[in-house]
């Protein structure tokens, strides 16, 4: 799921944003992107984008509305979006927008499922790129035939419609130009009978590239601190292996999307839970954490201030009410002192590297906080995973949530992109 963050405003200082080679100059044509979150731009002002260490970035986000196939940046201060588009072509970057996210995904079920629905949202969607002079649209549905944020519109044929619809998209003037691309599911989205597609090559034909959105795998909703984002989880005991970007591939690719097709999602941020210091620690130890420790939900931490929480409570979307997400930027986590400024862990932060999610945790055994996230060498691993079976590139949630390129130019030098 990306962009589950309330709109919580914090000072954060602007980071200077020093120059590089950019992707082509390594001479393939591969893929570092990432998504702006608009609803951060007071914080993450556009011209404080690394714009030249990206190929491509997609603005995050316009909705789906329930106005008849229209789209909404009401949310995400879509007025910055001419300016978005400027600075990325300054800087020979395509300029995107992505299309749904896990609160903006309500609609798309009724913009696909009648001819005259896909026609109308067709329309929609080129329009809007011509408006403001797009190169890319990148469809975040979360998620087809599978209910995301809990009152989504769903309909057993949505895989389907949605095939249909990009099918259209692409016999349109515009739409032959277009790069189109898809943030997806670890596995393939469901078919009508609600289980993973097996044929996903009409996709392939239709996308130039797809973002697994390889995070979110364990949070607070998982039995005990796992990781968020591994890249591996065969070698995982059984009850751990809850999907990672080896799975991930593995399953995509086994539907028929070409790994140069695929471009893997990497998480600038990481997910906080309150772990007992009787639960945290290998046997006999205070200084050695233990792997997949339970946490204590009730005594959820709150995590930095783009996760919203000092301001609960609150509803969602639907309605329903929001509880403590307890989500940390990865720049949060250098703000709120478990890191240092070069991201490593801050003194009196203990930490462990997990080797087969190839992720870190950091615990603050003084309040009981532990963090499951990424840093400068999980991104290098990923970096390492893309390169070695060849995926398309990678694309960061979000924009902003790095510091001081710390992860970026991580991923970016083990790809052979910088
Ligand atoms: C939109 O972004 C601009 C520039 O950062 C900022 O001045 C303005 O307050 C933002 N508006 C909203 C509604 O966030
Ligand atoms: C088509 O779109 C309209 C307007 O958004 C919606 O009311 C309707 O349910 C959609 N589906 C069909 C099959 O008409
Ligand atoms: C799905 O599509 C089939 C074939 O077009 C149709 O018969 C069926 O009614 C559709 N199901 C739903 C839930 O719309
Ligand atoms: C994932 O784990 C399996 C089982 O231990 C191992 O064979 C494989 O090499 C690992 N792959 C990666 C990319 O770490
Ligand atoms: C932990 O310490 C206790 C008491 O010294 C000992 O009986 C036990 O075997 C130790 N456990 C481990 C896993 O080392
Ligand atoms: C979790 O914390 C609450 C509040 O302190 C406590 O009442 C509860 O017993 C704890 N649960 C577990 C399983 O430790
Ligand atoms: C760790 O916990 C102590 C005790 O609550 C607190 O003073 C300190 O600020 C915490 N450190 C971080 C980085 O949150």
Redo the contacts with the bound molecule.
């Keep these: 799921m990306i962009g589950t963050g309330l709109f919580a405003v914090v000072s954060l200082c602007a980071l200077a944003a020093p120059t590089l080679a950019k992707g082509k100059d390594a001479g393939v044509d591969m893929v570092a992107t990432s998504w702006y979150a608009g ?1 951060h ?2 914080d993450v ?1 556009l011209s404080s984008i690394s714009w030249d260490k990206y190929t491509h970035m997609a603005f995050f986000v316009a909705t789906t509305t329930d106005d008849s196939a229209q789209l909404s940046t009401d949310m995400s ?1 879509g ?2 979006l001419p300016e978005f588009v400027s600075l990325a072509h300054k800087h020979d970057v395509k300029a995107g927008i992505s299309i749904g996210g896990w609160t903006g995904s309500i609609w798309f079920s009724s913009f696909t499922d009648s001819a005259a629905n896909r026609t109308r949202f067709v329309n929609s969607v080129t329009d809007f790129v011509q408006k403001y002079k797009l190169d890319y649209v990148d469809f975040d549905w979360e998620y087809p035939n599978r209910q995301g944020v809990g009152c989504n519109t769903i309909n057993a044929n949505d895989t389907a419609n949605f095939l249909a619809f990009l099918q259209e998209l692409r016999q349109t003037k515009v739409g032959k130009k277009l790069i189109i691309s898809a943030a997806t599911s670890l596995f393939p989205w469901n078919d009508a009978t609600g289980a993973p597609m097996t044929d996903a090559k009409p996709f392939a034909d239709v996308f130039d590239f797809i973002e697994i959105m390889n995070y979110d795998v364990w949070g607070p909703w998982s039995a005990s601190v796992g990781p968020n984002a591994p890249i591996n989880d065969s070698c995982a005991a059984p009850a751990n292996q809850q999907g990672s970007a080896v799975a991930a591939v593995k399953a995509w690719t086994a539907a028929g999307m070409p790994t140069s097709k695929i471009v893997l999602g990497v998480p600038a941020y990481g997910h906080s839970f309150y772990v007992a210091p009787s639960n945290a620690f290998v046997a006999n130890s205070t200084t050695t954490l233990a792997a997949y420790p339970p946490f204590n939900n009730s005594l959820a931490p709150h995590g930095d201030a783009w996760s919203g929480d000092d301001l609960l409570p609150t509803t969602d979307v639907c309605g329903n009410a929001v509880g403590i997400g307890g989500t940390f930027a990865f720049r949060g986590m250098v703000e709120g002192g478990f890191l240092t400024a070069a991201g490593d862990p801050a003194s009196g932060i203990l930490s462990r590297f997990d080797d087969c999610s190839q992720t870190p945790y950091v615990y603050n055994a003084s309040d009981g906080t532990m963090i499951s996230y990424d840093n400068a060498q999980s991104f290098r691993a990923k970096g390492n995973f893309i390169k070695q079976n060849k995926l398309r590139g990678f694309s960061m949630f979000e924009t902003g949530g790095d510091f001081n390129n710390v992860l970026l130019d991580s991923i970016l030098e083990a790809t052979g992109m910088k």
């Design positions: 609803y731009a007071t002002p201060n007025t910055l």
